[in-house]
């Protein structure tokens, strides 16, 4: 059974850290990329950070505040959120794909509030 979870958020206050994780299990995680996604209400779903190219941070507003790492031994992804500013605050989604298999996570709730 396919299974990819997402954990680690919550409600942290401007200016704080959290570290997303992403497991995986029922499918050879190695060989798949690995990519976080964040929506915001009323907004639409944005890409965050892929492991498509290490250490890449697709969005603007998160690059130098935000990393993403892979642990291939432990099946899990990473991001590391730092400097969270109340704009942060959205549900961050987990994704893997590879060819045309394609697996999302049920989302972990992330909210930056004073």
């Known amino acids: 059974q396919v299974q990819l979870v997402e954990s680690g958020g919550g409600l942290v206050q401007p200016g704080g850290s959290l570290r997303l994780s992403c497991s995986a299990s029922?499918?050879?995680?190695?060989?798949?990329?690995i990519t976080w996604y964040r929506q915001a209400p009323g907004k639409e779903r944005e890409l965050v950070a892929t492991?498509?190219?290490?250490?890449?941070i697709s969005a603007d507003s998160v690059k130098g505040r935000f990393t993403i790492s892979r642990d291939n031994s432990k099946n899990t992804v990473y991001l590391e959120m730092n400097n969270l500013k109340p704009e942060d605050t959205a549900v961050y989604y987990c994704?893997?794909?590879?060819?045309?298999?394609?697996?999302w996570g049920q989302g972990t709730q992330v909210t930056v509030s004073s």
């Open positions: 994704h893997a794909r590879k060819g045309g298999s394609v697996y």
């Open positions: 029922g499918f050879t995680f190695r060989s798949f990329v």
């Open positions: 492991t498509a190219t290490i250490g890449r």
